[in-house]
């Protein structure tokens, strides 16, 4: 068994009670009996889209398929992939399976070109999103004793809102605070007695550093947890949070396409997330071919929502990387795992033919001491090659040692950065806090190839 393992196994013990507590119920449903709910969700929602969804109904129709040719889950396969151009493409509300009237909720992408995409919940999808998100803040071993600071954004964006209902839901405390106004968040964090935090991994790691500067140690205070999500971040990311502010660090998947925050989420035994998959169907493609992937080899993500009505979501391409893990958890749970997601295909960046991802340049920083998981990733071209500066913040201490301590860091991590990537990389050492920060999606890297 993994360190993770055996470091679960006395917290699962410890949440016993909460373990059968309704909410979690499905959390355990035996395998044969989560395979007969899905395949009659999925009939359902097939059915749902076809009759109401002309997208749909079109590219079943292009296929020679119709929804009673659905007769196992492995019938998936026969049905069309939805990508996110089809949401911008039928914006705002083309892929509605449900009339305005029962529509209840509206969301929408930020959007970083032209058109957001926009999603519709019924008061029965609200109902699944706030359950989903209640078993995911049990997962996470949570209860209703909890003070749960949310400081995802609340808006159109739907990490705020998905988790301030699971919360309330849970039966927590629930500070809505929104994102942004780090000392505030801050003040609260600490007069407030909150147990736990919801936002992104990079504005978490925001605000280590600024409660620092004020002279705040999060170790000292009743902060537990931390539910972090909505970016791909990695293990060594988990350590650094995990010991700079003495908390249990929790990784929540999700995607607005398929409902927001609450798809999966990391038990006390850290090793995967669970997949609600008696809501969210998943499976594993070969991106480059469309084709299933072999059990537990990695691939693109790809879900289907099972009892969404008014957008139901079928085989929907995530471009995150992940994999479906073999075996059982030691927590009990009969939901399957997915391995955590530390890129997507659309991060992927190509400098001078070689692929690279944000992730292992982060996996190099954080492995390296002196340096501060802030960084900045420039692309630029001089006649007509590919050049990559990485600005790396380095601590304090090491910015005001001597120079040589500083070229030598440099050297160093330019070494480790061309044995990883392949590429050779100019690092350029800056001052704490020289780095713009985000107060929700971290923005890490300035393309001005094309310019
Ligand atoms: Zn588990």
Redesign the pocket.
Known sequence: MSARGER?ATP?LSTIGSVFQPASAPDYIPEIQLQQLQLSRLRAVVERAWERVPLFRSRLDARGIVPEDIRTLGDVTLLPFTVKTDLRDTYPFGLFASPMRDVVRLHASSGTTGKPIVVAYTSADLEVWSQVMERAFA?CGLHRSDIIQNAYGYGLFTGGLGAHYGAERLGATVIPISGGNTDRQIMILRDFGVTAICCTPSYFLHMVDRAADLGVDLRELPLRAGVFGAEPWTETMRTRIEAMAGIRAFDIYGLSEIIGPGVAV????Q??L?IFEDHFYPEIINPETGEPMPPGEEGELVLTTLSKQAMPVIRYRTRDITALLPGS?????T?R?MKRISRRSDDMLIVRGVNVFPSQIESVLLAMADTMPHYQIILTREHGLDQMEVQVEVTARMFSDTVGALEKLNDQLADAMERVLQVRTRITLVEPHTIPRSEGKSHRVIDRRSL
């Open positions: 679960c699962v997962t990391e038990c006390e035994c090793g995967g669970h958890c030691p927590c009990g749970r939901l795992r």
